[in-house]
Antibody, heavy 127, light 108 residues
Framework: EVQLLESGGGFVQPGGSLRLSCAAS????????MSWVRQAPGKGLEWVSS????????YYGDSVKGRFTISRDNSKNTLYLQMNSLRADDTAVYYC????????????????????WGKGTTVTVSS | DIQMTQSPSSLSASVGDRVTITCRAS??????LNWYQQKPGKAPKLLIY???SLQSGVPSRFSGRGSGTDFTLTISSLQPEDFATYYC??????????FGPGTKVDIK
């Protein structure tokens, strides 16, 4: 069974740091891109960051660029999100998601999507 | 940056109703559009990817259409378990995503 399990959430003061982990099982981790998505209390979904299967390319949302770093250890089947300079508006449930792609017929273009999600880990930033 | 809008923001419907949710992108995104369902306290669930491909295990009453800037998610006959919030998501620029604001479907 394909599973993702986030951990590392907690309570932190503004300006502090936290590292989230996402342990993957049931699939060949290194062959899939992965993403982090967050949801503030009572709000919608916000994409945070993504990383290719090799870890060679990373992508960030504007609200976290320069403060958060996504990484992965394919030998441990684990995805990470290092969060620095945390602010109150970073308070949210953080989900990791597996990102397969579908190739557009006759092209080298791929449609990415998020087919498996973890249950989430809660981060609270408050003084 | 590509912005996504959804309409309506909420709707009330009855079991058995046909429900359509619209998603619009601020620029053409080809067919790079996904739909998710989320129930309170739960992680989102993928319903449709690449605008019209039904995810494995998702009931056939869910369907997606569209390309370019305008997309729809249709539930042909609303079931009790379908009351939830639905989000569209664009993935035009490979692994850079944007979600729509969501559409809450509740019981009339």
């Amino acid at each position: 069974e394909v599973q993702l399990l986030e951990s590392g959430g907690g309570f932190v003061q503004p300006g502090g740091s936290l590292r989230l982990s996402c342990a993957a099982s049931g699939f060949t981790f290194s062959t899939y891109a992965m993403s982090w998505v967050r949801q503030a209390p009572g709000k919608g979904l916000e994409w945070v960051s993504s990383i290719t299967g090799s870890g060679g390319s990373t992508y960030y949302g504007d609200s976290v660029k320069g403060r958060f770093t996504i990484s992965r250890d394919n030998s441990k089947n684990t995805l990470y999100l290092q969060m620095n300079s945390l602010r109150a508006d970073d308070t949210a449930v953080y989900y990791c998601a597996k990102c397969p792609a579908k190739q557009q017929l006759g092209t080298n273009y791929y449609y990415y999507y998020m087919d498996v999600w973890g249950k989430g880990t809660t981060v609270t930033v408050s003084s | 940056d590509i912005q996504m809008t959804q309409s309506p923001s909420s709707l009330s419907a009855s079991v058995g109703d046909r429900v359509t949710i619209t998603c619009r992108a601020s620029q053409s995104i080809s067919s790079s559009l996904n739909w998710y369902q989320q129930k309170p306290g739960k992680a989102p669930k993928l319903l449709i990817y690449a605008a019209s491909s039904l995810q494995s295990g998702v009931p056939s009453r869910f369907s997606g259409r569209g390309s370019g800037t305008d997309f729809t998610l249709t539930i042909s006959s609303l079931q009790p378990e379908d009351f939830a919030t639905y989000y569209c998501q664009q993935s035009y620029s490979m692994l850079i995503f944007t979600f729509g604001p969501g559409t809450k479907v509740d019981i009339k």
